[in-house]
């Protein structure tokens, strides 16, 4: 078993690092905002693994990707009481802590769930249909060789714009062994394997793909836009890759 998955994530690395990413992909947003869904978690929390279920039925969402994208962001302050989450990074503690500095969220915690920068506590309540009618404007992406070309046309000037782009895994399952989870076998999907982010006066970007070793089942990738100093999205869309 252990050989298997060796071979699995080596396979995995060549693909992403030898031939990559190169499938050519267009997608883009309407005018009216969609809505990003940011679920932080951790499988050091004996409290997530609902919201992870929750995150992961949303693949089967009529409007997945057309008018809401999911992601999630793994953070990494629970690893000290056993279990080290493979999939967190102190930069989505940081991300998660900015919202709360913002004043988005009320505290840090997990599992919590942002919507386009707003703490929702009632998720789990949620119907389906289009959660959000706010006219912002078009983004567009284009994935050529390796790199994401974007462009956001803004419902209203904005200056110093940032572009997130995220490579999100599929069909993750871990058995974990220590910690509030020990002997639990998690399942995650939309998780965040890699994120990046740049800058820009003109809103047109061109950004190289987030690459990562994890052997997912599947990969789709998310972009949004924000202002700078900004963790609210304006804009976003996504595609499976």
Not at 39 to 65: I, M, R, V
Not at 133 to 149: F, S
Request: glycine share 6%.
């Amino acid at each position: 078993m252990i050989l298997n998955k060796m071979i699995t994530a080596l396979l995995f690395a060549l693909l992403m690092s030898g031939a990559g990413l190169s499938k050519d992909i267009h997608f883009e947003s309407g005018d009216y905002q969609n809505t990003l869904i940011e679920l932080y978690t951790s499988e050091g929390c004996s409290s997530c693994p609902p919201a992870d279920n929750w995150l992961s039925a949303l693949q089967y969402h009529p409007k997945l990707f057309s008018e809401i994208i999911p992601v999630a962001f793994h953070v990494d302050y629970w690893d000290y009481i056993g279990w080290q989450d493979e999939f967190a990074s102190s930069d989505y503690s940081k991300r998660q802590r900015q919202h709360y500095q913002q004043g988005n969220i009320s505290q840090v915690y997990t599992p919590a769930i942002v919507k386009n920068g707003k703490e929702d506590r009632s998720w789990r309540y949620q119907k389906r249909g289009i959660l959000v009618d706010k006219k912002v404007g078009k983004l567009n992406v284009d994935v050529l060789d390796d790199t994401a070309y974007i462009n956001f046309n803004p419902q209203q000037k904005h200056q110093d714009l940032v572009a997130n782009v995220a490579l999100l895994g599929f069909g993750f399952e871990n058995k974990i062994t220590a910690g509030e989870n020990d002997d639990r076998v998690l399942k995650h999907d939309f998780v965040v394997l890699e994120h990046k982010k740049k800058i820009s006066k003109t809103g047109r970007w061109s950004i190289q793909l987030p690459k990562s070793t994890k052997p997912a089942k599947r990969l789709a990738l998310a972009v949004w836009i924000s202002k700078k100093g900004s963790s609210k999205p304006i804009q976003v869309s996504a595609s499976w890759l």
